[in-house]
């Protein structure tokens, strides 16, 4: 009855802790005797989509998903990632009664090798171990699989995953994104932006076969190909930036500063992805990105990521004053505040005056920069008296911001 998740080492009593006590009796029900069938020989058969990394985009992504999708969860935790306590900030904890029968876990990495689509729900500095191990077990054929990116970031110096899968022989018609905000509990309360789904055209028949398993009863993917992937990719890098500073327009300003602040960096956003699109780094082909214009839900990923999300508390925290170490520790962000690094490094091989035209990002940049280098040298750090200048410029440009259709 419980196989499936005794198999894959997770002991009862933790899913107990996961779940509330008026759920669990109803959820230990649904179960039934069908997990039994279903973990037979007889009925066994790949599943559709694997999913590597069940943190909280992960688990929530799976939920969107339609009860006829076959779905199998990896990872070589499952009892700490899934079915630990819930926390405040990672809110898939409490979700455990929410898998239907069509999702099962494992920490046999070859079993989730066996499906159709490969989810890479990793934080990007994690994808190159993740295709080693792959490559151990596949050598022959990890090209061939159908991979799906969800974390945006970077990896090494500057590379982003899809330029550092094609480095090691990935194709282009191997890769699709699916992009969205990141924050689970707008997924799984069926309040979700639309998850965009995103390819070359050469891999046409594969993304929407990947986007007909979404329920759209959750959201309504939205397939875009050619322009909108290098958007796609740099927007949920820049998005967690922005987020940080809304947030603290948001707290201050309220409803209309936020409004203003979106518009205005979401014009600066389109700027940056034409400027990128001729770096070394992350040009992706001539024939597949010149121009984009805007990045797939970046509009929503950014008001998600401001009203509900940990890099949109962390610059709310900090813009205000609060400490660097705090909110890091509190949020679990210390990993994902290295990459401001890389960052930087991506946006510096523009010209300084290129670069200058992306004032909002320029001035997030600089302060997150002088803010990492004191965490590193002493510990912790405060916003400087020179950072509270830029802030203050900031605020004025975003108030002043003026465009026909705001008013």
């Not at 660097?324 to 949020?331: F, G, P, Q, R, T």
Request: proline share 3%; aromatic share 12%.
């Amino acid at each position: 009855m419980y196989s499936r998740f005794i198999e894959a080492g997770i002991p009862l009593d933790r899913i107990e802790l996961a779940i509330s006590s008026g759920s669990y009796s109803s959820f230990i029900a649904e179960l039934g005797s069908s997990s039994d069938k279903k973990d037979t020989d007889a009925s066994y058969r790949p599943c559709d989509v694997g999913i590597i990394g069940p943190g909280d985009f992960g688990v929530a992504l799976s939920a969107s998903l339609k009860e006829s999708t076959n779905i199998q969860f990896y990872d070589t935790e499952p009892v700490r990632n899934i079915f630990s306590s819930v926390t405040r900030i990672s809110t898939n904890r409490s979700f455990a009664h929410r898998f239907g029968m069509n999702v099962s876990f494992t920490s046999d990495l070859s079993k989730v090798l066996e499906a159709r689509f490969i989810i890479l729900c990793v934080p990007a500095n994690v994808v190159p171990t993740m295709i080693d191990k792959i490559k151990e077990i596949i050598p022959q054929g990890y090209k061939d699989k159908q991979y799906v990116l969800v974390s945006k970031g970077f990896i090494g110096k500057g590379y982003i995953p899809h330029r550092w899968l094609q480095k090691n022989g990935i194709p282009f018609e191997r890769i699709i994104w699916a992009s969205g905000g990141n924050v689970a509990r707008e997924v799984m309360d069926k309040r979700s932006f639309n998850i965009s789904v995103v390819s070359v055209n050469k891999n046409r028949r594969a993304r929407r076969e990947f986007a007909s398993f979404f329920n759209k009863d959750y959201l309504v993917p939205l397939e875009y190909s050619g322009s909108a992937l290098l958007a796609c990719e740099l927007g949920g890098i820049l998005k967690n930036y922005y987020a940080g500073f809304g947030r603290y327009i948001l707290s201050k300003y309220g409803e209309e500063g936020l409004k203003k602040y979106k518009y205005m960096v979401r014009s600066e956003f389109r700027k940056s992805v034409r400027m990128v699109s001729s770096s070394p780094t992350v040009s992706i082909r001539a024939w597949v990105i010149r121009k984009a214009s805007h990045g797939p839900a970046f509009w929503e990923d950014l008001d998600v990521t401001v009203r509900d999300g940990r890099n949109g508390f962390f610059g709310e925290g900090v813009f205000a004053g609060g400490s660097v170490k705090k909110a890091l520790d509190d949020l679990g962000l210390v990993e994902s505040f290295k990459t401001v690094f890389s960052t930087l490094s991506l946006f510096n091989r523009l010209s300084r005056r290129a670069f200058k035209r992306l004032s909002v990002l320029k001035g997030i940049l600089e302060i997150y920069e002088e803010l990492h280098i004191e965490y590193l040298e002493s510990g912790d750090a405060h916003i400087s008296e020179d950072s509270k200048k830029i802030i203050k410029k900031l605020e004025e440009k975003t108030l002043a911001y003026r465009r026909y259709w705001l008013f």
